[in-house]
Each structure stands twice: as structure tokens, then as C-alpha cells.
């Protein structure tokens, strides 16, 4: 059964605490990307990798850290750093290279974080 | 910077009657992604263009790139309660860059 999973679904932390959030995908993808959804807004992207061992800042980076140690694997460290952390994230991944832009992304099915 | 932007926000219809959202950049895009979002799930995949002035239909939806590749619209005919969620575009400005997200379209559709 292939797809992309996300874990957990729902997250509760206190403020000041970092957490991470697990991607994991059997897609055999290359590219990975993480998104933060607002309500009522868009998706905005935080960070994508495209190959193994190395990762990209997406728009809104600050805050936030990722590491791309499997081609599988694509977990996202949300730091007491970033300011407005509660929010809706998605992992995504998609067969060909970020850079072609043409390639579909599969979305996984988010975590929901909420800071105290 | 580049922005994709997308009218209306919310749209309430009754079912059966039709559906547009419209989606428009303040650049040329070189291809456009359609994804629909249903309440409390995940954004899935619809439909990409690319070519200018491209129409492509899926059943009851039609998608339309504008000839300046600047904007888009996703029309649904005789919509139906399966049709209730967030309709997103998001457009790829030129190669080797990432899409940009609109902010939405939610449809709600009554029966």
C-alpha cells in the first residue's frame, strides 16, 4: 500500500518546546516538501529537498529545521524559534526534481499542531 | 514577490447550479496545478496545464490556462454534495523554481 504517511495527526506541545514531525513516503520520490496551512489561507512551503543529504528554505524557513538522511524520510523540526507555530502541516513528495515544476505532488495526510 | 491569487474566497451554491473560482498571477506562470482539499483532509491532485490557452475537461470540470498563461478558472457544471471542498491553484513561474499556492476557493454546495 503505497503513499505518504504523517505522524501524529494531532500535536500538543507547550510553548517553547521544540517537536518534529515525522514524513515518511514509499513512493520511491525523490523530491520532498513541507507546507504550513493556515486557516482560510493557501499553503506556504517551508522547506523541499530534492535529493538525499540535501534540503532547501522554502518561503517561511525561519523557525524551522529539516533533514534528509533516507530518500524515505523527510522529518521537520518546528524550534521555539518560530513565532506562530500552531498550525496545519503537510508533507508532500513528488517522482521528478523540484526544479523540472512540472511534476504532480502527493500530499500526505497533515499534522495538526498545537502549541500551548 | 510572486503571487498567485485566487476569487472568489467562499462560494455557496445550491446543488445543480454551476461553479467558478478564478485564479490569477502577477506574472506569466509556465504551468498551472489544480488540487482540491475536502474539510479535514488533504490537498489531492486534479489537473495540470501548461500549454497557452489550454482547455482540458474531467467530467464535470473544465480547465481553462488563459492565453497570457496569467490566470486560470475551474468551472464545475451541475455541482453535487461531492463537489464541498477547497479548490486551490498553484503556479510554477518559470523552471526550476517551486509552485506557489493560492489561497483557495472554499465551495460549499447545499443540497
Known amino acids: 500500500d503505497g503513499g505518504i504517511t504523517q505522524s501524529p495527526k494531532y500535536l500538543f506541545r507547550k510553548e517553547g518546546q521544540n517537536v518534529t514531525l515525522s514524513c515518511e513516503q514509499n513512493?520511491?520520490?525523490?523530491?520532498m516538501y513541507w507546507y504550513r496551512q493556515d486557516p482560510g489561507q493557501g499553503l506556504r512551503l517551508i522547506y523541499y529537498s530534492q535529493i538525499v543529504n540535501d534540503f532547501q528554505k522554502g518561503d517561511i524557513a525561519e523557525g524551522y529545521s529539516v533533514s534528509r538522511e533516507k530518500k524515505e524520510s523527510f522529518p521537520l523540526t518546528v524550534t521555539s524559534a518560530q513565532k506562530n507555530p500552531t498550525a496545519f502541516y503537510l508533507c508532500?513528495?513528488?517522482?521528478?526534481?523540484?526544479?523540472?515544476?512540472?511534476?504532480?505532488?502527493?500530499f500526505g495526510p497533515g499534522t495538526r499542531l498545537t502549541v500551548l | 514577490g510572486q503571487q498567485v491569487m485566487q476569487i472568489p474566497q467562499y462560494q455557496h451554491v445550491q446543488e445543480g447550479e454551476d461553479f467558478t473560482t478564478y485564479c490569477n498571477s502577477s506574472t506569466t506562470l509556465s504551468n498551472i496545478q489544480w488540487y482540491k482539499q475536502r474539510p479535514g483532509g488533504h490537498p489531492v491532485f486534479l489537473i495540470q496545464l501548461v500549454k497557452s490557452g489550454e482547455v482540458k475537461k474531467q467530467k464535470r470540470l473544465t480547465f481553462q490556462f488563459g492565453e497570457a498563461k496569467k490566470n486560470s478558472s475551474l468551472h464545475i457544471t451541475a455541482t453535487q454534495t461531492t463537489d464541498v471542498g477547497t479548490y486551490f491553484c498553484?503556479?510554477?513561474?518559470?523552471?526550476?523554481?517551486?509552485?506557489?499556492f493560492g489561497p483557495g476557493t472554499r465551495l460549499s454546495v447545499l443540497p
Open positions: 513512493l520511491n520520490h525523490d523530491a
Open positions: 508532500a513528495s513528488s517522482s521528478l526534481v523540484a526544479a523540472l515544476s512540472t511534476d504532480t505532488q502527493y
Open positions: 498553484a503556479g510554477s513561474h518559470r523552471l526550476g523554481q517551486n509552485f506557489v
